[in-house]
């Protein structure tokens, strides 16, 4: 059984603040290529599910990335806030932006295979390659382009 654990967070120049609620004090890092042209590393996210509340999303640009998923980020400062499944909604968003990150630890990697062989990360996690992922997730197929 997890706690939950209420978050909050903004962007850089605060335009963007969001409060949601975790399963638990996880997180998790994205490896696939998308996500490290997003961001220039790793995409690392807390998953909140659907429970994510927007303030200033005046501020926030979408980014329709694929056929599954779409981008978030902050229009003003251009900090990335969120990837969400459109299917069901379901957000991680990106762990710098949070408030309180005190007792959280990094529990898995996504897209392992996509890894590149510069860096590593020191924890010990559950890795999955990218099949192995969306096969946890029904009716979401990867683009095969």
């Given at each position: 059984?997890t ?21 638990g ?14 961001g ?27 056929k ?21 909604g ?9 408030d309180?990150?005190?007792?959280f630890?990094m529990?898995?990697q996504?897209?392992i ?7 590593s ?13 969306f096969a946890?997730?029904?009716?979401i ?5």
């Amino acid at each position: 059984m997890t706690d939950k654990v209420d978050i909050s967070g903004k962007c850089l120049c605060g335009a963007v603040s969001f409060t949601a609620q975790t399963e638990g004090p996880h997180l998790g890092a994205c490896h696939c290529s998308m996500c490290r042209k997003w961001g220039g590393g790793p995409f690392l996210e807390v998953e909140c599910g659907t429970s994510v509340r927007f303030e200033g999303e005046e501020n926030i640009t979408v980014y329709d990335s694929s056929k599954w998923g779409e981008r978030g980020f902050c229009h003003t400062c251009g900090s990335n806030l969120f990837y969400r499944i459109k299917e069901s909604g379901s957000t991680g968003v990106a762990a710098g932006l949070i408030d309180d990150m005190s007792g959280f630890s990094m529990i898995a990697q996504v897209c392992i295979e996509e890894k590149p062989a510069y860096y590593s990360f020191a924890e010990k996690t559950r890795e999955l390659t990218c099949a192995e992922m969306f096969a946890l997730f029904e009716n979401i197929k990867p683009d095969t382009t």
